[in-house]
């Protein structure tokens, strides 16, 4: 992708992680977050972050907790400051560009294979495509194709989700809706903490 005046983001942002507590451990003793390579991650591989978001990661965290197969025992959350670097941001109309035409190019390389893209799936009954396989390969086939022309690598990935159930009746906005941040250059997280509990006798600074 071609860089611009504004391709880097220059604020640092604040993610939560949904993890377990024996991960939290870890990273607050000098370890790191493992990235996740999962062929249906919904933002291609990377380690993931809710953005601004403790409340979602830790719902997330317990949510699967309760699957027989899940790492996730004991549900807590961990916060990163995070730079985003040079980023796909994917509610930036020249990322969503590019992300469009790569599809067209990947979707030519397996036409030639005589194979099917990958679909994004619902588990179950739920609407939601929770099984991002087509968005992943469409997202890791960009970056393939940053590292084959040389040019610079994306240092994160960033999007906006429609999720869950109508907020409302009628209603444009739902329950589960999220930005999430996919860190692809571990050097983007400045540092780790543990989420406090806010002092009720202060208010929040502005």
């Known amino acids: 992708m071609k860089q611009t005046l504004y391709s880097s983001r220059s604020n640092l942002y604040i993610g939560f992680h949904g993890c377990d507590q024996s991960v939290v451990d870890l990273v607050l003793n000098g370890g790191t977050l493992k990235p996740s390579i999962n062929s249906y991650d919904w933002l291609g591989h990377g380690m993931y972050f809710w953005e601004n978001n ?8 317990i949510e699967a907790s309760k699957r027989k197969s899940s790492s996730i025992k004991n549900p807590a959350v961990i916060g990163a400051v995070i730079d985003l670097g040079y980023c796909l941001d994917l509610t930036d109309a020249a990322c969503i560009y590019e992300l469009r035409q790569s599809y067209k190019a990947l979707l030519n390389v397996f036409k030639a294979a005589g194979k099917d893209l990958p679909l994004n799936k619902a588990i179950g009954k739920k609407g939601d495509l929770l099984l991002r396989e087509r968005d992943c390969a469409v997202i890791e086939f960009e ?10 690598s994306f240092d ?38 543990l989420p406090r509990i806010k002092d009720e006798k202060y208010s929040n600074p502005e």
């Open 54 to 61: 403790q409340q979602r990661a830790m719902e997330f965290a």
């Open 156 to 193: 994160s990935v960033r999007g906006a989700f429609i999720e869950g159930k109508k907020l409302y009746p009628n209603s444009g906005i739902y329950e589960k809706n999220h930005i999430q941040i996919c860190v692809r250059n571990p050097n983007c997280i400045k540092g780790y903490f």
């Open 143 to 152: 970056h393939t194709i940053n590292e084959t022309a040389r040019v610079k």
